[in-house]
């Protein structure tokens, strides 16, 4: 998608509902983008964000702040985290198996996560 405005191209990889990963360009700088959503009964904000790897290595991000959003009759526990260097480096490595957000967690089918992240950073 192009931002008639701005220029910026973003591409989105969703894995599942609540897992989209994103790549945004803007005059020749790439950036990767992790957005969690996940459904609860509740307001649950905080910090955190801990991501478990199929291959068992982590990503941690105690400082990243948890928000929340309502839609449509449902709570969800939210985060939107930019991905360093090294997280990019292990996320083309390994798929994401399971990951908690504050006091929320959630797991999806870490292949199919490692290789839609993958062809997200190979579009061009």
Do not use: M
């Amino acid at each position: 998608k192009v931002d008639e405005f701005s220029g910026e191209i973003t591409y989105y990889a969703t894995i599942t509902h609540g897992v989209i990963f994103l790549k945004i360009k803007k005059d020749g700088v790439v950036k990767y983008y992790l957005s969690i959503r996940i459904e609860e009964t509740g307001i649950y904000t905080g910090t955190g964000v801990w991501i478990i790897l199929k291959n068992g290595k982590r990503i941690n991000k105690p400082n990243e702040k948890v928000g929340y959003d309502y839609d449509g009759g449902s709570f969800y526990t939210k985060t939107f985290i930019r991905l360093t260097n090294e997280d990019i480096t292990l996320l083309k490595q390994s798929g994401i198996e399971k990951y908690k957000l504050y006091i929320s967690t959630g797991e999806i089918d870490s292949d199919i996560s490692k290789d839609i992240f993958n062809c997200l950073v190979k579009a061009k």
